[in-house]
């Protein structure tokens, strides 16, 4: 995770890059457990999958919609855009009850893993340089409402 740049310590990329360890974590228990014991496997990716709908939630309404009004980032953040869609057809359609395609899993984290590279290596020191207070405000707003859904609260707290 990045640890160059000080961008973990703005509040909302830091939580975002929270969560990339947390689902780093999980894809290594996933790849320990699909050779060991399927059941803990299937367990570890169901928590996997919760979790990476939410960030990416978060992400899209939040720092990538503040970063969209940047100049010059468009295909970029169309790349990313495009990542998160093949997490939600590819590793997020896996339904962890049925028998798991332990080849569709392993490329599947090894796709998310790629992605969380770029963006701690790149879209995260970018976000720290170019967003301005505002900007981070109204991502924390958006990813305060989508917690605030996701825990069934009408209001989160910002932290």
Do not use: K, W
């Not at 890059?17 to 496997?41: C, F, N, T, W």
């Amino acid at each position: 995770m990045c640890d160059y740049c000080g961008c973990r310590e703005v509040g909302v990329i830091g939580e975002r890059s929270d969560d990339h360890e947390q689902l780093v974590d999980l894809a290594a228990r996933i790849r320990r457990e699909l050779g060991r014991d399927r059941a803990e496997a299937a367990i570890a990716l169901a928590e996997l999958q919760s979790r990476l709908r939410l960030h990416l939630e978060r992400e899209e309404e939040g720092i990538f919609r503040q970063l969209a009004v940047e100049p010059g980032f468009d295909g970029y953040l169309a790349d990313l855009e495009g990542d998160h869609r093949e997490a939600r057809q590819g590793l997020l359609s896996v339904d962890p009850l049925a028998e798991l395609s332990e080849a569709t899993v392993r490329a599947g984290l090894e796709e998310l893993e790629a992605h969380i590279t770029r963006e701690e290596q790149d879209l995260f020191p970018a976000c720290r340089m170019l967003l301005s207070a505002e900007a981070f405000a109204e991502a924390r707003v958006a990813h305060d409402r989508i917690t605030a859904r996701e825990t069934g609260n009408e209001v989160a707290s910002s932290s």
